[in-house]
């Protein structure tokens, strides 16, 4: 699968990667996936299903961290399958390219990880679409270098995602002057709505974040011209396993990717 075919393409509209934040079963992943391309294809948005089969990355040794590496795989090419969408999920080890590329079209990159040149090389050879997630110390202009590691394994399907940049211990911001900066790299580019609200190294260990900031976030986004919008989004995110503080309530979903696609067609006009 290449972007083009990810995307549709689409000339006067967002693409948008959106689901869990992990994979907490199958009914779950499912329910919620349907939800969303019910949606999108009402507004006539791309598509992709994101859903973490593993957390690697967690504050605490006692927080959840999956269901079982191949179960939840599993649950993404069942997704895949039935709803005939293409799905996304993080890696985070060189070993782990191979295995994921057998069951998602897109393999991501954490940000924390997008300097690892071994994990950007065995992703890359895959010839799967690669997300990058810009590491939240790196400047827009940086994003260049991990952009070239993938390339040099002759694959050009790159996006990049922003999703904010450490100001401080405990906050992120986001610098929209780099979406066009990293668009200007020729690949497309991704704005993180809630991971960019997230309020990490709380002293819970629990990370925290701003979901009633999601919609200004979103629409400075679309306003700037980003090619896509990246949401994670859960039926409750009180009780969700993993970044429950910054995710998308399902049920704000449609009236959220509404007021966006307006924008969208405002922008568009300009």
Do not use: W
């Not at 948005?45 to 999956?66: E, H």
């Not at 080890?93 to 990159?109: H, P, T």
């Not at 904010?164 to 610098?175: A, E, K, M």
């Amino acid at each position: 699968m290449t972007i083009e075919q990810l995307t549709k393409n689409p000339k006067d509209n967002f693409f948008l990667l959106a689901g869990p934040c992990v994979i907490e079963g199958e009914d779950m992943a499912l329910r919620i996936a349907e939800r969303i391309v019910t949606i999108t294809n009402k507004l006539n948005i791309p598509f992709v299903f994101k859903g973490s089969y593993r957390k690697a990355n967690r504050s605490r040794l006692d927080s959840f961290t999956g269901i079982g590496d191949i179960k939840a795989l599993k649950v993404l090419k069942k997704v895949s399958d039935t709803f005939h969408i293409p799905t996304v999920t993080d890696i985070h080890a060189a070993e782990e390219a191979k295995l994921a590329a057998e069951y998602v079209d897109v393999l991501q990159i954490p940000a924390f990880l997008c300097r690892q040149t071994d994990l950007l090389v065995a992703a890359g050879e895959t010839g799967k679409i690669i997300n990058i997630k810009k590491g939240q110390f790196l400047s827009p202009k940086a994003m260049r270098f991990a952009i070239n590691k993938v390339e040099e394994t002759g694959n050009k399907e790159v996006m990049v995602t922003e999703r904010g940049t450490t100001f401080g211990y405990q906050d992120l911001v986001i610098d929209y002057r780099g979406i066009p900066e990293m668009q200007s790299f020729g690949f497309p580019v991704i704005l993180d709505v809630t991971h960019s609200l997230q309020q990490p190294n709380q002293t819970s260990g629990v990370t925290g974040g701003l979901p009633q900031m999601i919609e200004t976030v979103a629409k400075a986004g679309v306003a700037v011209g980003v090619d896509g919008l990246f949401i994670e989004t859960h039926e409750n995110p009180s009780v969700a396993k993993s970044d429950g503080a910054n995710m998308l309530q399902l049920d704000l979903l449609e009236d959220l990717l509404t007021h966006l696609v307006a924008i969208r067609q405002v922008v568009n006009k300009q």
